[in-house]
């Protein structure tokens, strides 16, 4: 197992970016039925403060979905990977270039494996996802069309995360979204600490770790990250001492 990350001395050398599930809520049985726990937005909130707004929420969900998830707070954050973008001072960027070929491989996938039972295909602005967690037995048939449609559309690529596959935009990814929210205020010129749980939080690691960053991976599994906690729970733990300025040991 990875070693727990080292203490962030002054917190106002650092920027924080956070995936949700998994990472900042357990993964549930359906994504409409995740939750962050009060006491971690409590935690968000002072790191936020104490960090000049240098909190983001790195995700694969929608921005909106996000937000749902974070109470009355509203971060910095990527939606979608990064196809949708937050600065601190609210802008938002999305790119529709490619919005109407979603179309396609969204009739696609629900026609192909939409009506399976347990399946929830979910269109997003510019991405189309399948999830199967109710249906794990399907994962290969699911795995086949995806891989079949983005054949023959190069723009787009395949990323497969917990009983999730997602067609997104061949340029997004978390690590590029990271790298776009470090270049404006209140994250440029910070160190970039990144925590995620899943496949598609790895190009987020790589970035942060070619930025002398700290990149946490939650759970097992091979991983990019230098840094580690055994559980979600653990890592929220850790969130929780940061935000009061403790050092959290007795629970090490
Ligand atoms: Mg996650």
Redesign the pocket.
């Given at each position: 197992m990875r070693r727990q990350p080292p203490q962030l001395s002054n917190l106002a050398d650092f920027a924080l970016f956070l995936?949700?599930?998994?990472?900042l809520a357990d993964i549930a049985a359906r994504p409409a039925l995740a939750e962050v726990a009060p006491e971690t937005l409590a935690s968000l909130a002072i790191l936020s403060s104490r960090m000049n707004g240098a909190v983001a929420i790195i995700s694969g969900r929608k921005l909106d979905e996000v937000d749902a998830l974070m109470g009355s707070q509203k971060f910095a954050a990527a939606g979608i990977h990064g196809a949708e973008l937050r600065g601190a001072d609210g802008t938002v960027t999305v790119d529709h270039a490619l919005a109407p070929t979603v179309g396609e491989l969204e009739a696609a996938l629900r026609g192909g494996i939409g009506s399976a039972d347990g399946i929830i295909v979910e269109r997003k602005p510019v991405s189309v996802a399948v999830h199967y967690r109710e249906n794990p037995a399907l994962h290969d048939e699911i795995h086949e069309l995806a891989v079949q449609l983005v054949r023959s559309r190069p723009q787009f690529k395949l990323m497969t995360g917990k009983m999730i596959v997602e067609i997104l935009p061949a340029r997004v990814d978390k690590g590029a979204a990271i790298w776009a929210l470090m270049q404006s205020a209140p994250f440029a010129g910070r160190t970039p600490v990144f925590a995620?749980?899943?496949v598609t939080?790895e190009d987020g690691f790589s970035v942060v770790r070619g930025m002398s960053g700290i990149s946490i991976k939650i759970g097992d599994g091979p991983s990019k990250a230098e840094w580690g906690f055994p559980t979600a729970a653990c890592f929220r733990e850790w969130l929780r001492h940061l935000s009061l300025g403790t050092t959290g040991n007795s629970t090490a």
């Amino acid at each position: 197992m990875r070693r727990q990350p080292p203490q962030l001395s002054n917190l106002a050398d650092f920027a924080l970016f956070l995936d949700v599930d998994g990472t900042l809520a357990d993964i549930a049985a359906r994504p409409a039925l995740a939750e962050v726990a009060p006491e971690t937005l409590a935690s968000l909130a002072i790191l936020s403060s104490r960090m000049n707004g240098a909190v983001a929420i790195i995700s694969g969900r929608k921005l909106d979905e996000v937000d749902a998830l974070m109470g009355s707070q509203k971060f910095a954050a990527a939606g979608i990977h990064g196809a949708e973008l937050r600065g601190a001072d609210g802008t938002v960027t999305v790119d529709h270039a490619l919005a109407p070929t979603v179309g396609e491989l969204e009739a696609a996938l629900r026609g192909g494996i939409g009506s399976a039972d347990g399946i929830i295909v979910e269109r997003k602005p510019v991405s189309v996802a399948v999830h199967y967690r109710e249906n794990p037995a399907l994962h290969d048939e699911i795995h086949e069309l995806a891989v079949q449609l983005v054949r023959s559309r190069p723009q787009f690529k395949l990323m497969t995360g917990k009983m999730i596959v997602e067609i997104l935009p061949a340029r997004v990814d978390k690590g590029a979204a990271i790298w776009a929210l470090m270049q404006s205020a209140p994250f440029a010129g910070r160190t970039p600490v990144f925590a995620g749980d899943d496949v598609t939080d790895e190009d987020g690691f790589s970035v942060v770790r070619g930025m002398s960053g700290i990149s946490i991976k939650i759970g097992d599994g091979p991983s990019k990250a230098e840094w580690g906690f055994p559980t979600a729970a653990c890592f929220r733990e850790w969130l929780r001492h940061l935000s009061l300025g403790t050092t959290g040991n007795s629970t090490a």
